[in-house]
């Protein structure tokens, strides 16, 4: 955090898996865009307190809100603090 010269510290870490496509329209500075597929579900990486978890994630609507489902049926419930989210395709 460059506000406070002090690294982000995360509580958790969470990786949706998901089908992206390249867009043919860019950036304006040389990349090009990637959309991800959000409105449906997939895999789900969850790493908290030094450990990892697998499990779901899936969203009926653009709309609506994502939904995370471990393996074993428990819901992710998501902790206080910063939680980075990254989608990968």
């Known amino acids: 955090d460059a506000s406070l010269r002090q690294p982000l510290r995360m509580e958790m870490v969470m990786v949706l898996h998901t089908r992206s496509q390249l867009m043919n329209v860019g950036d304006g500075h ?9 409105d449906t ?23 609506g809100p994502l939904v995370f489902t471990l393996d074993n049926g428990q819901p992710v419930t998501l ?5 980075w989210i990254d989608v990968t395709g």
């Open 41 to 63: 579900s997939g895999r789900l990486d969850v790493l908290y307190k030094g450990q990892q978890y697998s499990g779901t994630w899936m969203s009926n609507d653009s709309h």
């Open 30 to 38: 040389g990349a090009y865009i990637h959309d991800y597929d959000l």
């Open 79 to 83: 902790p206080p603090g910063l939680v």
